[in-house]
């Protein structure tokens, strides 16, 4: 694998040491896996833009995700609200 670098190497980079070549490579490579990362970190959205609350698609204007206080033997449920959360 090493070998086959170092040939690409030798016929890419005219005038530039494989020292460099290699050094420029792997830079590009750590930009593009910065990249990858911080295009990973952004929040998904879903149909269209709207916001999930727990697996629930909320109407447009429900911007916030609540849940009940139920029982421990029922569970908690969450719902979407246009108004914060009691």
Known sequence: MLEKLNQI???AATGV?????LGRLGRGAAGAAGALGGW???PRTAQAGRRLCHGIVCGPNEIYCCHSH???EKGQTFF???????
Not at 17 to 21: A, L, V, Y
Not at 80 to 86: E, F, G, R, T, Y
């Open 9 to 11: 190497a030798e016929r």
């Open 70 to 72: 139920d029982t421990i």
């Open 40 to 42: 990973l970190m952004l």
């Open 80 to 86: 979407c609200s246009a108004a914060p959360c009691q």
């Open 17 to 21: 040491s494989r020292r460099e070549f």
